[in-house]
């Protein structure tokens, strides 16, 4: 790897793994520092908690078992490997479906997250806010403005306060979460007549979606999403004049 290539997902791996030389591993450290997205990248081979054993264990299940031994019956025992799980897995995925599990470990966690479960988290989150965690807070647009620029950083969206300017709410915040290694941002407001009310964003690649309608614990959800992003705006204002909202943003940040 030369100082400007950027770092293939087997060089995370063994990135993650420590089988680095010192050079290559300052390499790494270099390119992640200057981008947000590598380092994403990076922070999801290190997830621990996607379902790899379930769908290895399927793997497993569909591995040509007698083949693989009776390869292995023919080595000289010196030459044998051990026979244990992490070295059977490995092969068996390799011989099997290796790329297609992988795809679609990674497409089903994308969907699970990007359809239901980051807006349930959300959800759970919001519904915590009251009125007086939010009225304290400083309307400081140059603090605002860096604020939103960290979200530029993790997210690649072009955020300014007055795109984020609604006709009763007054802007309060914006900030970054996380689920998993998987940045979700948050922009909030404070409504005179219905409370908190916060647009949330994470990325998706399912595609566009046109608004629709739920409620989680007590509060009325808008959702929709473009080639990039996911989107839901979330508080007490009615169904119908929060949709209103959304339309509103997504006409600005689509300008």
């Not at 591993?25 to 999801?44: F, G, K, T, V």
């Not at 479906?97 to 994308?110: E, K, N, P, T, Y």
């Not at 080639?227 to 600005?252: K, Q, V």
Request: proline share 5%.
């Amino acid at each position: 790897m030369n100082d400007h290539a950027i770092p293939s997902d087997e060089q995370l791996v063994a990135y993650l793994d420590d089988q680095l030389d010192t050079e290559q591993r300052s390499r790494i450290d270099a390119a992640i520092a200057e981008d947000s997205l590598l380092n994403l990248r990076l922070q999801w081979l290190a997830r621990s908690s996607l379902p790899f054993k379930d769908a290895y264990d399927e793997v497993g299940r569909q591995a040509p078992t007698e083949r693989l031994q009776s390869m292995l019956d023919t080595l000289p025992s010196p030459e044998r490997p051990a026979m244990n799980r992490r070295w059977f897995l490995a092969a068996a995925a390799a011989l099997v479906v290796s790329s297609v599990v992988a795809d679609r470990l990674f497409l089903g966690w994308q969907q699970h997250l990007q359809k239901n479960n980051w807006r349930a988290l959300v959800a759970d989150y919001m519904a915590l806010y009251v009125a007086q965690t939010l009225d304290h807070l400083p309307s400081d647009e140059a603090a605002q403005r860096a604020q939103l620029r960290t979200i530029d950083a993790r997210l690649g969206l072009n955020l300014v306060p007055a795109k984020l300017t609604l006709p009763r709410p007054q802007f309060k915040r914006a900030q970054i979460l996380e689920y998993d290694g998987v940045p979700i941002a948050q922009m909030i407001w404070l409504d005179p007549a219905h409370g908190p009310l916060a647009l949330c964003i994470t990325r998706a690649n399912s595609g566009r979606r046109q608004f629709a309608h739920e409620r989680r614990r007590g509060l009325n959800v808008v959702y929709w999403a473009d080639l990039e992003h996911a989107w839901m705006l979330i508080g007490h204002n009615p169904a119908a004049e929060l949709e209103d909202m959304a339309r509103l943003l997504r006409s600005r940040f689509s300008a």
